[in-house]
Structure formats: C-alpha cells, structure tokens
C-alpha cells in the first residue's frame, strides 16, 4: 500500500458517485460540462490537486472552478502549476483517468497507480489556494472540492469569487513569497497595487484619458473590475456595463468577449449606451480573454480583436526597446495561430518574428517563452507578454546613456509589473491598452486603422467522427483524411486573396473550417464550400446537410 489515507478517502467518495455513461476528459481547459455533472470530478480533482503539490514539494497549486465564456449552466475546472502556468500536460492524462474510474474501488486503485507511477512521497505537505467564477453552480462544486482536500489532508486557502487570472497571480505570488523573485503580494489587494500602480506611471504626464466602457459579461470581471476602478481613480475613469447579477442565465448570454467576436457585433445591451467614437471592451465569463471595439461616426460598429491588440503592443514594445538603447540585445517576438486574421500576419512580419503555432493557450505560452519577450494573443483575444528571466535582468542591470534612454527603459520596467506573466489577463491587458493608446494619442479608430482586417468566417462542421481529422504545418493543413487537402486547395484558388484551413476542435465535437477572401461574401462562400466539401467527403448524412452548405 503506498500511504494512502484510504478510509478518508472513501467515506467522502462514496457521496460523490461518477455519474454513469458520461466520459470526462481534461483538455484544453480542464474538465468543462454541465455544472450539474461535476460534483465527482471536483472532489476527484481536489484529491489530485493536494497530489500535485505533495510531488512538486508542497509547493502551492491553484485550483479555478469556472467554464469562463460557457452558457451559465456549464461549469468546469482546471489546476495551475506553481509558477502560475497551465498544468504540466503529462498530469492531464492523470486527471482523465481518475474522473473517469466508475467507482470509489477502481478510483481508489487508480489513486494508488498514480501515486507509485509518479513517484509521490505522501509524507509531504500539499498546499492549494482556489477560487471560482459567478456560476450559480460553483457553491455546491467547491464544496465538494473542499472534500476532497480534507480526504487527503490539504492546507487549503479560499480565494473566494474571482477571475482565472487573479488565481494564476496568487498561485505565483505564493510560491514566491519571501524570495528575492517575489511576483507580488499574494492577495486580490497585491495584484490590485500591482497593477493600478504600473499603470499609474505609464500615464503619468500623459493626456487625461477618456472613460473607458467596459461589457463585463455579467460575470466575474465586474467584481474585480470595481474593485480596479477604485485604485485607478481618475488616471482611468472606467464604465462598468452588464456587471455581475443574479438575473438567471445573464451570464455570457448576448454580451461579453466571445460573443463580440463570433457574432462581429455590438452586445444589444450597450446599443442605447455606446457613444460614437467612445472606447469600449468586453470581457470574458472569468475575464481572462478581451475584445476592444467602438462605433464610428456613422455608428458603424468595428471591432478590435487579440490580433489587433498584439500588433498594437507589439510595435509599442519593439519602438522602446529601440528607444532604450537596448535594439539587438532584446528581441521582441509574436506567436499567432492559424485563426490570426492574415492582415494582421502580414503587418506583424514587416515588423518582427512571427511564429505560428497549434490552437490553444498552452502552445501559444511555450513558443512565447522561447523570445527574449514573447507577445502573443489568440485572435478570440487571450493573451499576453512574456519577459524571459534574462530579459528582466537585462533590463534591471542595463544603464542607459541618456534621458530619453532613461524613460524608455522606466516604461518597459513598468510593462512587466503592468502585465500578467502566468496567464493571458484580460484586465491586465485592457490596462496594456490603454497605456499605448495613451502614448501614442490613437483614438480606437487611429488604432484600427493601422490595417484593415480581411473579411473571414468561421463554420463548424458536425461529423461522425473528428478523430479522423489530423494536421500538419500549425493546422494550417490537413494530412488526413487523405486527398481533402488538395480538394480544399482547389476550392481556395478560386477565391482572391483566398485563405482556408480545417482541423478537428480540441473543445467540443465538431471540425472547424475558418476562410478569408479579399471580400466578405467571397469569404463566407469559401467557407460555406469547405464546410460542404468537408461533410460530404467524409459521410455526412445528405438528408441532414446544412443548407448554407454549399
Ligand atoms: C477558433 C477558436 O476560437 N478556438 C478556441 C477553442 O478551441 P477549439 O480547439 O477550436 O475548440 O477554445 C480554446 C479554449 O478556450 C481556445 O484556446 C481556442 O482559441
Ligand atoms: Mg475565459
């Protein structure tokens, strides 16, 4: 027997049966389904969690329960490693296995295999700090969370209602706590100080800046959005719009970041509220994805997306590099996937190093890491900057020759306390925003305006089986099923300006087809020809064919 607390164990786990014929999985973004069928998978997890730490040393885990921009009746959860970073993948698998053993017997043999698979020495501390999103479900999941650290012995902190983000920074701070890479204090108020004060002196001198409007999605991001307006004050005037309540199912529902980006449209709730020309952004359900947009004299609503934002940070950050002297000695890179709008491509590669990598954040923050600093965003607008460690001691130990030098390297001190280094942060990112606009004197227009999206539709396809799809080159091309590249090829050199690519979704049951084309009822063609070409080669049921399909 490996040590394990047995009876603990099963006493709890017997009140949190796995509900039958339904498989969990751990993927992209942790375990996300119904809130109603998750009770089992938190105490589970609460017990791998407490494993987590006993293997890295007792160092703390985070634990977030949330489905970020699901319908309110889902729930999901996912844990973060210690340094504020997406779980080590290897540990996926783990959480997979033990969600899915049919009952307390087989979890509990599960529990064993791992614990001697992977070495765990149970006589170790296990520390954990977690938190949740504004779902009516959360409650009831951590409670059951909360059983599963007592099963195997965890000290616990609460961190209450927050954002995924926020969760990420306290896993960091905590972890570095008392050591001379301290990331922060480890409380909401320590991220708060953090960053309303590297932002402070980012403006400072600038001109007053304009009310931001802010679509909190009614969710989370409210929360915490209020309490940054506080410590902001007047360098931000800030507008807080569909804030969080207790309206049923408001949460996500017309408003907030992915729907601004799927639907390429205003939130009905902000038509009688946006201003033209006023800046307004919207927020995700745990607020860690952000889209700007904003309506021109005409009220034509346009809308700002995470390409946009890391075309407009990135150039920000390669021009104070160069001012501080520092060209050549810091080099400064963007990571996009294949759903990065090509205009924004191609204005990125006239610039600086691009690279393209798979779906998903954990992709996107590796290649990241791999720059001296690492700009990346998801076109759905999560994202962030990474400083490399050795960056950050350059810039700490650089000296520079003249003021204007002076300034520079002050402002890009500033960015890395201004920008969350765990995790794309939406509150963090909209104050990365604000300060470039403010620097640069660009209304949203001005910024839109340093290129033009080419028009693009996204289309999902329901297939008998997605496992079938495989792709090389980013999943800019597809190797399987065999012959459909080429067929798509085709299909795309008849389009100007013609783009498209198809792959399997990591998150739900469907292939995605995305096509670009130089003109936007050409766009939604092309996409609507893959879409058909795609369900007809591999056995679409005629009689059920979408008829958009063409
Ligand atoms: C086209 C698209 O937006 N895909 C999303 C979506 O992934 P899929 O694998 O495409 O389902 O969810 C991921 C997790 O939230 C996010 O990282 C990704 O950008
Ligand atoms: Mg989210």
């Keep these: 027997m490996s040590g394990l607390p047995v009876e603990a164990i099963q006493a709890l786990s017997d009140e949190y049966p796995k509900p039958v014929d339904v498989h969990f999985q751990y993927g992209t973004a942790g375990f996300r389904t119904l809130g109603a069928l998750l009770d089992s998978v938190l105490f589970r997890v609460g017990i791998l969690a407490g494993l987590r730490s006993k293997k890295l040393d007792g160092k703390v885990i985070g634990v977030m329960v949330t489905a970020s921009h699901n319908p309110e009746p889902d729930n999901g959860v996912k844990l973060v490693d210690p340094r504020g970073e997406m779980l080590e993948s290897s540990w996926e698998a783990h959480a997979t296995t033990l969600a899915n053993a049919p009952d307390t017997p087989a979890f509990l043999s599960a529990l064993e295999s791992l614990v001697k698979a992977t070495k765990i020495d149970l006589s170790k501390p296990a520390r954990v700090v977690y938190a949740r999103d504004t779902r009516p479900s959360g409650g009831a999941l951590v409670f059951a969370l909360e059983n599963g650290f007592k099963a195997i012995g965890v000290e616990a902190r609460n961190a209450g209602v927050t954002t995924t983000p926020i969760l990420h920074y306290l896993v960091k701070a905590m972890n570095t706590k008392g050591t001379k890479d301290e990331y922060g204090d480890d409380s909401e108020e320590g991220y708060m100080q953090k960053l309303s004060g590297a932002f402070k002196k980012l403006v400072a001198g600038k001109a007053p800046i304009t009310p931001l409007l802010i679509d909190c999605a009614n969710g989370v991001g409210a929360l915490a959005g209020a309490v940054l307006a506080e410590h902001l004050g007047e360098t931000l005037p800030i507008i807080l719009e569909n804030g969080a309540t207790t309206t049923p199912g408001a949460l996500n529902d017309q408003c907030g970041a992915d729907f601004v980006k799927t639907q390429q449209k205003l939130p009905p709730s902000l038509l009688s509220i946006l201003k033209p020309g006023q800046r307004a952004c919207s927020l995700d359900g745990d607020a860690d994805r952000l889209i700007y947009f904003y309506l021109d004299e005409r009220s034509q609503f346009h809308m700002l997306d995470g390409d946009k934002i890391a075309a407009l940070v990135a150039a920000f950050i390669v021009a104070l590099v160069k001012a501080a002297g520092l060209e050549g000695k ?3 890179g963007v990571v996009q996937t294949a759903y990065a709008n090509g ?3 191609k204005y990125l590669v006239e610039r600086l190093p691009v690279k393209c990598v798979p779906t998903g954040v954990k992709h996107l923050h590796h290649a990241a890491e791999h720059y001296d600093v690492g700009v990346y965003f998801e076109a759905n607008g ?3 900057v990474l400083f490399s460690p050795e960056t950050q001691g350059k810039l700490a130990s650089y000296q520079p020759l003249t003021p204007a030098q002076s300034t520079a390297l002050g402002h890009l001190k500033n960015l890395v306390q201004l920008i969350n280094q765990t ?5 963090s990112d909209m104050l990365l925003v604000e300060v470039v606009l403010a620097h640069k004197s660009y209304s949203a227009e001005e910024w839109d305006s340093l290129y033009s999206d080419k028009p693009n539709r996204l289309v999902k396809v329901v297939v008998r089986d997605r496992n079938i799809f495989k792709t090389e080159d980013a999943e800019r091309r597809l190797v399987s099923p065999p012959g459909l590249q080429a067929k798509i090829e085709e299909l795309v050199r008849r389009y100007n300006g013609g783009r498209s ?15 670009e084309a130089t003109v936007k009822a050409q766009a939604d063609e092309l996409a609507f020809r893959v879409a058909g070409l795609v369900y007809d080669e591999t056995g679409g049921d005629p009689v059920k064919r979408p008829k958009e399909f063409l």
Excluded: K, M, Q, W
Aim: aromatic share 6%; charged share 15%; net charge negative.
């Design 330 to 332: 810091i080099n400064v």
């Design 423 to 427: 995790v794309g942060d939406a509150l």
């Design 343 to 345: 205009a924004s491509t």
């Design 382 to 384: 999560h994202g962030t």
């Design 501 to 515: 690519f198809v792959r399997p979704s990591g998150t739900e049951d469907v292939v995605r087809v995305y096509a």
